[in-house]
């Protein structure tokens, strides 16, 4: 896995000694923690920097509270705010805030997450340390509980599947999100993402892996906030777990492995990797057909033609099929965690 180091230092032209670079507070309801995360982009050390603050339709006073930092703002640095005309979703989102930008390396944060003023300069500095070859870039960063207290380090467990486009497919890899920038080459080759992405950082770092490198800086840039959208609910019950929570997971990552085979096909990739693509993307497809009452023996042949195993398909039946035993299952489970 790529890290950031000077000594593999590529010189840029002196003309782009300094490249203009975007950085993005995508928001979202987030009235209660917004002003932090914008003072925090405020404050970023890089130069030159837009800054774009961007709200997804926002029920609440979120927009308003960007707007009015953006008014009484007198740094150096540029402000593009911006409101989606309908809540967009996350893929959506993206996609608007980087048709938006102008800099060569777009910074993104979110509206309940604090930027270290470092974190920008950083991650160019490692973007322009590689030669421009890493095509993506994420760090570490500090966990943060919702009052804002910090309370902990969170680092990639596995970074050595990054390492190649093979081993990201096949071990469903992923980048830490809350953490990624990005060269805009990755939207200039490819164009827009689905706008059902949820999870973009399994899709964007695939892109780089097409185009370059990821790099993984090991030093935290960013508080994260708990309570995002990966955060879990033990609470559910077995049957909420089985019909709700567990398909509406598999059918985020049946799109991310969608896109992950529409990219790959694009970039002219090998046949072998279009295929451990689309055997991923109907492996979870599957689980969100038995969900929601479709032929057990439709769905597994489709599965099978797509190469997704066989003890996998049987496994998944086993469970839909005595359902009520695997729900009992679960509702134990909970209730143990729950207790813990």
Excluded at 5 to 33: G, K, N
Aim: glycine share 6%.
């Amino acid at each position: 896995m790529p890290e950031h180091s000077t000594s593999a230092r590529l010189a840029p032209r002196p003309d782009e000694e300094q490249p203009r670079v975007s950085f993005a507070i995508l928001a979202y309801s987030h009235h209660w923690c917004i002003h932090e995360a914008v003072q925090a982009a405020f404050a970023q050390d890089y130069h030159p920097l837009e800054i774009i603050l961007s709200d997804d339709s926002s029920p609440d006073d979120t927009f308003a509270i960007m707007s009015e930092m953006a008014k009484q703002y007198d740094g150096p640095h540029k402000i593009i705010l911006n409101r989606t005309t309908s809540n967009q979703g996350i893929g959506g989102h993206i996609n608007e805030v980087a048709a938006l930008a102008s800099g060569r390396f777009l910074v993104v944060g979110a509206g309940d997450d604090i930027s270290l003023p470092n974190r920008t300069a950083t991650l160019v500095k490692a973007w322009q340390d590689s030669g421009r070859t890493f095509k993506s870039i994420f760090s570490d960063c500090y966990r943060m509980k919702l009052d804002g207290t910090t309370y902990g380090r969170r680092v990639h467990p596995t970074p050595q599947i990054l390492d190649d486009t093979q081993s990201f497919l096949k071990n469903a890899g992923y980048v830490i999100g809350a953490t990624h920038g990005w060269d805009r080459e990755i939207f200039d080759q490819f164009g827009p993402i689905d706008p059902q992405i949820v999870n973009e950082d399994r899709v964007l770092p695939l892109r780089s892996l097409l185009l370059g490198k990821i790099g993984y800086v090991k030093e935290p840039l960013v508080k994260y906030r708990d309570g995002g959208i990966s955060h879990s609910h033990p609470q559910l019950s077995g049957k909420e777990y089985l019909y709700t929570t567990r398909p509406v997971f598999h059918q985020r990552h049946a799109r991310d492995y969608a896109q992950n085979r529409k990219d790959l096909i694009k970039r002219g990739a090998s046949q072998n990797l279009v295929k451990i693509a689309r055997m991923k993307e109907q492996s979870y497809q599957f689980v969100c057909d038995l969900a929601t009452g479709r032929s057990k023996i439709a769905s597994a042949i489709r599965a099978m033609r797509a190469g997704v195993p066989v003890r996998r398909i049987a496994s998944e039946i086993i469970k839909y099929t005595f359902a009520r035993t695997y729900m009992r299952h679960v509702d134990r489970k909970c209730q143990k965690t729950i207790a813990d």
